[in-house]
């Protein structure tokens, strides 16, 4: 077989029309097309299609990759179970996923990080709220001590705790009432803060 055609898609110039003996055969990532030196004219076997199936593959997976990367930092475990879903192989998300860390796009030390200073903006969580949802993230046990040591302490959290109540202040206006308090125990527990946390914060409303 040989290649007698190879052109950029109009649409698309980062894909490539690839032509076998006259007749269109695949298109592939323009990567890909670079890596294995594909050329007009160049003779290909069944082994060298194999092979250019597995870099189109490869590049893909690297392309998914990069496009769940675009919004925020992931963690490898979000990764993995985003490649999963598009029905990668096993071997093909190992190679991307050390490809990904080699270049430091993952990094799940700084996504929990990431992950505490987002809550801590816009949705205040106590510090076993934000470990079992980094937990849930594939975050390890070791990350995650180092991580919340370092970030979350007894001032931390009593400063989200107030910034949680802060955000539910025009609902609960009247702090002596004890349905309003007990209501307030609920919500902020709910949120992983501890119980002397919440009972310091009571005190002062």
Request: proline share 1%; hydrophobic share 35%; with cysteine.
């Amino acid at each position: 077989m040989k290649i007698t055609n190879l052109s950029p898609q109009k649409k698309r110039k980062d894909r490539w029309n690839l032509f076998l003996d006259g007749e269109f055969y695949c298109g592939m990532d323009e990567g890909a097309v670079a890596r294995l030196g594909l050329k007009i004219g160049q003779e290909v076997d069944e082994d060298f299609l194999a092979k250019m199936e597995n870099e189109e593959t490869s590049a893909k997976a690297w392309n998914a990759l990069l496009f769940f990367l675009k919004s925020r930092e992931r963690s490898e475990k979000e990764v993995i179970n985003k490649l999963k879903s598009k029905e990668f192989s096993d071997n093909v998300i190992a190679q991307t996923l050390e490809k990904a860390k080699d270049l430091n796009l993952i990094d799940d030390q700084r996504f929990a990080e990431m992950w505490i200073r987002e809550r801590a903006k816009f949705n205040p969580k106590g510090k076993r709220a934000l470990q079992m949802e980094l937990r849930q993230k594939g975050i390890a046990d070791e990350i995650l001590k180092q991580v919340l040591a370092e970030n979350i302490d007894t001032e931390t959290e009593e400063s989200l705790a107030h910034q949680a109540f802060e955000k539910k202040s025009r609902v609960w206006t009247d702090m002596a009432d004890r349905k309003q308090r007990e209501k307030m125990t609920r919500y902020l527990a709910g949120r992983g803060f501890s119980w002397n946390t919440i009972e310091k914060l009571i005190k002062t409303k």
